[in-house]
């Protein structure tokens, strides 16, 4: 995606990182994690879960976010069908029976929490301004949303979810720090 996110910070010591291993349990990969190992950037161990994907959970808005790749870049640029082929590549492998899709009120109290979430970032001068980002923070709610119903354990580097935590208790979220690769 093009916005970049508000990255994991391993000067944070109240953010849960995880290391060198895959974590066990089930593991809901985001978006962040398909796009840094494909460009092989971050640590080694997001290129290792991704070849053993099937194993892994996503939301279906990252599967949006996925595709949105194929139709976003350039067909003309002479690097487009490589990029778009590792993507489709990575997509292919994701197993359907492990999209959690999100229901009619899972869009509803995404909405509503994304806004608070907006709202409390622009009084810490943080600007929620543009729609791609009202959209990404509202897919990152889903996201959260259908993770903590599964019992998945969300990796990122978005820090977004750090603050999306306090509205769910069940939410547990991994962050990688991109410069740890």
Same mark, same amino acid.
């Given at each position: 995606m093009s916005r970049r996110p508000?990255?994991?910070?391993?000067?944070? *010591?109240?953010? /849960?990182?995880?290391?060198?291993?895959? /974590?066990?349990g089930p593991v809901l990969l985001d978006t962040n994690v398909f796009i840094n190992a494909l460009t092989s950037r971050g640590p080694l161990v997001l290129r290792q879960m991704l070849?053993?994907? *099937?194993?892994?959970?996503?939301?279906? *808005? +990252?599967?949006?976010?996925?595709?949105? +790749?194929?139709?976003?870049?350039? #067909?003309?640029? #002479?690097?487009?069908?490589?990029?778009v082929a590792a993507a489709q590549g990575v997509q292919s492998r994701i197993d359907p029976a492990k999209v959690l899709v999100p229901g009619d009120a899972d869009w509803h109290?995404?909405?509503?929490?994304?806004?608070?979430?907006?709202?409390?970032?622009?009084?810490?001068g943080r600007r929620i301004a543009t729609?791609?980002?009202?959209?990404?923070?509202i897919h990152d709610t889903l996201t959260a949303i259908v993770a903590a119903r599964a019992g998945c354990v969300v990796v990122t580097e978005d820090?977004?979810?750090?603050?999306?935590?306090?509205?769910?208790p069940r939410l547990q979220v991994l962050f990688y720090d991109r410069a740890g690769g």
């Open positions: 508000a990255q994991a910070d391993r000067s944070s *010591p109240s953010l /849960p990182l995880f290391g060198d291993a895959v /974590p066990e070849q053993t994907l *099937p194993r892994f959970f996503v939301s279906a *808005p +990252i599967r949006a976010e996925l595709a949105w +790749i194929d139709g976003r870049l350039d #067909p003309t640029h #002479p690097g487009t069908a490589r990029v109290d995404a909405g509503e929490r994304a806004g608070r979430i907006a709202r409390e970032a622009a009084g810490g729609a791609f980002d009202r959209v990404e923070l820090r977004d979810f750090a603050a999306l935590m306090r509205f769910d």
